[in-house]
């Protein structure tokens, strides 16, 4: 005798294609992983999505976005892409790129002041379809505007991010996915998933990111900083390390040595 399937388990049968809320959406599209293996099993199609609007929130502009984006733009690179920025607020440092394993050769920096500007090269680039990831800083995007962004994305095959201040998060986009990038003093970046298709995710990644340049010059006490700001947290200091303290003597070492 066979069981009657459920309501549910027939509407699934019925349509494969269906998504539910409560689990993470498969991408119809193409993806290229984020370099971090964390984030990928978190987003849906396991990477960075193509031919849609990807939006990195930070604190600080133009610091938190290279950290977060810098392992997928370097296979972009690697793989012949072009890499646009659009207006960032700082000038992009060549020899920082270069740490991250990120041609010049394959890097444009676009200067466009006024927001109009900012709007206009970034929909043209969109419907060029000639990059492989465009980067684009829009902090006074308008509601309507992301729409339209959204819109030419689709048409675009790389990879495009919408840099955006943190207040942002509280206004609508229409960015499928939008990401809020923290830094945190151990060298890690925090990184919140404030919209995907899928489930809602409570808890931060907490992502290692040491910068390239500054990784060989670490001791072991600067590559957790936060233990020297704390004294209270047990210290691990290696055996060989200058300045380690002597161990505690025994009693009887102790009166032999009196």
Same mark, same amino acid.
């Given at each position: 005798?066979t069981?009657?399937?459920t309501p549910?388990?027939?509407?699934a049968t019925?349509?494969?294609n269906l998504?539910? #809320?409560?689990e993470l959406?498969?991408q119809?599209?193409?993806?290229?992983?984020t370099?971090?293996?964390?984030?990928?099993r978190?987003?849906?199609? #396991?990477?960075?999505?193509?031919r849609?609007l990807t939006?990195v @929130?930070?604190?600080?502009?133009?610091i938190?976005?290279?950290?977060l984006?810098?392992p997928?733009?370097?296979?972009v690179a690697?793989?012949? #892409?072009?890499?646009v920025?659009v $207006?960032?607020?700082?000038q992009?440092? @060549?020899?920082?790129?270069r @740490?991250?394993?990120l041609?010049?050769?394959?890097?444009?920096w676009?200067q466009?002041?006024a927001?109009a500007?900012?709007?206009?090269?970034?929909e043209q +680039?969109?419907?060029s379809?000639a990059?492989g990831?465009v980067?684009?800083?829009l902090?006074q995007?308008r509601?309507?505007?992301?729409? &339209? +962004?959204?819109?030419?994305?689709?048409?675009?095959d790389?990879l495009?991010?919408?840099?955006r201040p943190?207040?942002?998060r509280?206004a609508?986009?229409?960015a499928p996915? &939008? /990401?809020?990038?923290?830094?945190?003093?151990d060298?890690?970046?925090?990184?919140?998933?404030?919209k &995907?298709?899928g489930?809602?995710?409570? /808890?931060? /990644?907490m @992502?290692?990111?040491?910068? $390239?340049?500054l990784?060989?010059l670490l001791?072991?006490?600067?590559?957790?900083?936060?233990r !020297?700001?704390?004294?209270d !947290?047990p210290q691990e200091v290696p055996?060989h390390?200058?300045g380690?303290?002597a161990?505690?003597?025994l009693p009887?070492? $102790?009166s032999?040595?009196?």
């Open positions: 005798m069981t009657p399937a549910s388990l027939r509407v019925a349509l494969p998504w539910r #809320g409560s959406g498969c119809q599209v193409a993806t290229r992983s370099g971090w293996s964390a984030l990928d978190e987003l849906p199609g #396991g990477g960075w999505p193509c849609t939006e @929130l930070a604190p600080q502009p133009a938190m976005e290279w950290r984006l810098s997928a733009l370097r296979q690697a793989d012949g #892409g072009q890499i920025a $207006a960032p607020p700082r992009p440092y @060549l020899p920082g790129l @740490l991250e394993g041609d010049e050769r394959r890097f444009v676009i466009a002041e927001p500007q900012r709007l206009w090269v970034t +680039l969109l419907k379809n990059c990831a980067l684009a800083w902090p995007a509601p309507e505007q992301l729409r &339209r +962004l959204q819109c030419c994305a689709q048409s675009c790389g495009v991010f919408l840099c943190e207040p942002a509280h609508s986009s229409a996915l &939008r /990401l809020l990038a923290t830094p945190r003093p060298w890690e970046l925090e990184v919140r998933i404030l &995907r298709r489930p809602t995710l409570d /808890l931060p /990644l @992502l290692p990111s040491r910068p $390239a340049g990784a060989p001791t072991p006490r600067l590559q957790y900083p936060s !020297l700001l704390r004294p !947290l055996s390390a200058v380690r303290p161990p505690a003597l009887r070492q $102790a032999a040595i009196q």
